[in-house]
């Protein structure tokens, strides 16, 4: 097998074995603690731009099946693991890793130990970082200079979808309980999944839509997406949210989340080494109950930019303290910053998604 290097700013250097497909690429480099479910975050839209390292030693055990894409394409930028499986053994298996990773033009990188790495960033902080089959270590590490920085970067366009378009399992007219406006931020297919099962017909909309041809449609509710970069850039996004505030409620989930936050006067941060994983305890404010969530986030809302806009933390990340979650005191707005729709994960939060809906029929839309 090939070789290949794993490069990181700070000159740090991984020698491994080459996977996938051949050649050079570039990316913020992070890590994630889940135990399974690479396909779904390989395809996750919020991993645009990232060089994804799993923790967890052995990937690609059970293969890749269609059913599991979480978007229409690979989303990463490059993928780093300890020991890739050649042989998978799954009844819905249709493929092998490594095949799929060569077919979508991805780079990968095995034979490093990822736990040191996760160690490196966990102390140092995330950083860019290059995989490469071709070039010498110092070749590499040059590269690495001339790459744009990740926070500089708006993927959201790049990974939202072109035209509006109906979810194709959302509920038809005769059945259908409630109108949902999604506006696509980078999402999962999943969010989509959970409202079509609970009868709603999901209507998704590109990142840059105008709340007033929005409104035109005269939906029910609206969803804010998750999504990939710094909340920061998304200008064009917060627009969207303000002229939607009083007039639909609203729903943000992760990205979507900090956008809100930003809308009612808060600022993002950059977290150190980010939240990624399926192991997160979250504590809701009101009742005190905690839930372990699936998160993938790198950016945070600023908890005391909130004072005094309406808009209340809902549910705090046990390990960190960070904000996980708002609602506002009086209009029908609330929103999470972890993953009510992870699956492979943590079910514990699906119920956010019914609460939701109960939230607009209160609201008195229907």
């Known amino acids: 097998m090939k070789k290949a290097i794993l490069a990181l700013a700070d000159g740090t250097t991984y020698e491994g074995l080459a996977f996938g497909a051949e050649g050079t690429t570039f990316g913020e480099v992070v890590f994630s603690t889940c135990m399974t479910g690479y ?31 979480e978007s229409k394409k690979v989303q990463v930028e490059g993928f780093i693991v300890k020991e890739l499986c050649e042989a998978p053994s799954n009844w819905r298996c249709k493929g092998t890793l490594q095949d799929f990773l060569a077919g979508h033009d991805i780079v990968g990188i095995q034979g490093i130990d990822t736990r040191a790495l996760t160690k490196h960033l966990r102390v140092s902080g995330v950083m860019m970082g290059s995989i ?95 999504g990939p970069g710094d909340p920061a850039l998304l200008d064009y996004v917060l627009d969207v949210v303000n002229g939607l505030v009083g007039k639909k409620p609203i729903m943000g989930i992760c990205l979507g989340h900090q956008v809100l936050g930003r809308a009612f006067g808060s600022t993002t941060f950059k977290l150190k080494f980010g939240h990624r994983g399926g192991n ?59 993953h009510p729709e992870a699956s492979p994960g943590p079910m514990d939060s699906r119920y956010l998604f019914s609460e939701f809906l109960d939230m607009i029929e209160k609201s008195g839309v229907k």
Not at 156 to 167: E, F, I, L, M, R
Not at 175 to 204: E, F, H, P, Q, S
Not at 285 to 308: E, F
């Open 280 to 338: 997160h305890p979250v504590k809701d404010t009101r009742t005190g109950r905690v839930y372990i969530t699936s998160q993938n986030h790198g950016y945070a809302v600023d908890a005391d930019g909130l004072k005094g806009s309406g808009m209340e933390v809902a549910f705090l990340n046990l390990n960190d303290g960070t904000v996980e979650g708002m609602r506002h005191t009086e209009l029908p707005i609330f929103s999470v910053q972890y």
């Open 39 to 69: 396909q779904e975050m390989l395809t996750d839209p919020s991993f645009a731009g990232q060089l994804l390292a799993p923790t967890y030693p052995l990937i690609g055990n059970y293969g890749v099946a269609p059913e599991d894409f």
């Open 132 to 226: 490469s089959t071709e070039g010498t270590r110092a070749e590499v590490l040059a590269h690495i200079k001339d790459a744009q920085d990740y926070g500089s970067i708006d993927f959201v366009k790049a990974v939202s979808t072109d035209n509006p378009y109906v979810w194709r399992e959302s509920s038809d007219d005769m059945d259908k309980r409630y109108d949902i406006a999604l506006v696509d931020c980078g999402v999962k297919y999943n969010i989509m999944r959970c409202l079509a099962k609970l009868g709603c017909r999901v209507t998704v909309y590109p990142c840059d839509t105008p709340a007033e041809l929005i409104l035109e449609q005269n939906p029910d509710g609206v969803v804010f997406s998750p």
